[in-house]
C-alpha cells in the first residue's frame, strides 16, 4: 500500500496551492482520506478528511472555508486545493487513509511520505 503526496511548494501569503495524494496497492473505497499537517515544533493536526465512498468532508476549524478536499475514483488520488494561504499554514503536509470519518490521528492506518508547504508573508 501506497500513499504518494505532492504539489508542495512556496507560495507568498495570499496565494493558493494544490495537493494530490496518489493511492495505489489496494482497494481504498471503504477508506476515509485525511490530510494531516505539521508545523517545526507542533504536533501533527488534523487539517481534513473525505469519505471516499460518497464524498462526505469534514475541516479543521482553521481552514474552513479556505482549503477544499476532494477525490478523483478513477485515479484514485485525493485533492487538497488550499486557497488563500497564510504562514501559519506552513508545514509538512501528510494525506493518510483510515478507518474512520475522524480527526484523530490513530484511526489513520497507511501514510504518505508528506510534502512540504512554505507560505511566506
Known amino acids: 500500500v501506497q500513499l504518494q503526496a505532492s504539489g508542495g511548494g512556496l507560495v507568498q501569503a495570499g496565494g493558493s496551492l494544490k495537493l494530490s495524494c496518489a493511492a495505489s496497492?489496494?482497494?481504498?473505497?471503504?477508506?476515509?482520506m485525511g490530510w494531516f499537517r505539521q508545523a517545526p515544533g507542533k504536533e501533527r493536526e488534523f487539517v481534513a478528511v473525505i469519505r471516499w465512498s460518497g464524498g462526505s468532508t469534514d475541516y479543521a476549524d482553521s481552514v474552513k472555508g479556505r482549503f477544499s478536499i476532494s477525490r478523483d475514483n478513477a485515479k484514485n488520488t485525493v485533492y487538497l486545493q488550499m486557497n488563500g494561504l497564510k504562514p501559519e499554514d506552513t508545514a509538512v503536509y501528510y494525506c493518510?487513509?483510515?478507518?474512520?470519518?475522524?480527526?484523530?490521528?490513530?484511526?489513520?492506518?497507511?501514510w504518505g511520505q508528506g510534502t512540504q508547504v512554505t507560505v511566506s508573508s
Open positions: 493518510a487513509a483510515g478507518i474512520r470519518f475522524t480527526a484523530n490521528a490513530r484511526d489513520y492506518v497507511y
Open positions: 496497492g489496494r482497494t481504498f473505497s471503504s477508506f476515509f
